[in-house]
C-alpha cells in the first residue's frame, strides 16, 4: 500500500525525548485506518534519522525498542551515527 492511499495515524507516545542533555524526537506511527505494524523512527537535532526495520504490533512495543536502545548504548548513539536498526 502507497501512503498516499492512507493518512497517517501518530502515537500518542511520540515527541521529544531528552537525557543527558541531548534530545531526539521520536516518531511512533502507522497507516491510520488499517492493521499494519507501527513505525519507530528517531530523528536527532540535525535531522538525521534512525528507523527500525520492521514493524511493531502495538506502540508501547515500538516505545520499548527506543527505551531499551537507550539503556543499552544511550541517547548519544542517535547523534553518533543514524543506522538503521533490527
Do not use: K
Amino acid at each position: 500500500m502507497s501512503s498516499e492511499d492512507h493518512d497517517i495515524e501518530p502515537s500518542p507516545l511520540s515527541g521529544p525525548v531528552m537525557r543527558e542533555g541531548v534530545t531526539v524526537w521520536v516518531y511512533i506511527y502507522r497507516f491510520a485506518d488499517t492493521d499494519e505494524g507501527w513505525t519507530l523512527e528517531v530523528v536527532d537535532h540535525e535531522d538525521g534519522s534512525t528507523v527500525w526495520e520492521g514493524s511493531f504490533d502495538t506502540d508501547v512495543e515500538a516505545y520499548e525498542a527506543f527505551e531499551q536502545c537507550i539503556r543499552e548504548d544511550g541517547i548519544r548513539t542517535f547523534t553518533e551515527y543514524a543506522p538503521t536498526r533490527h
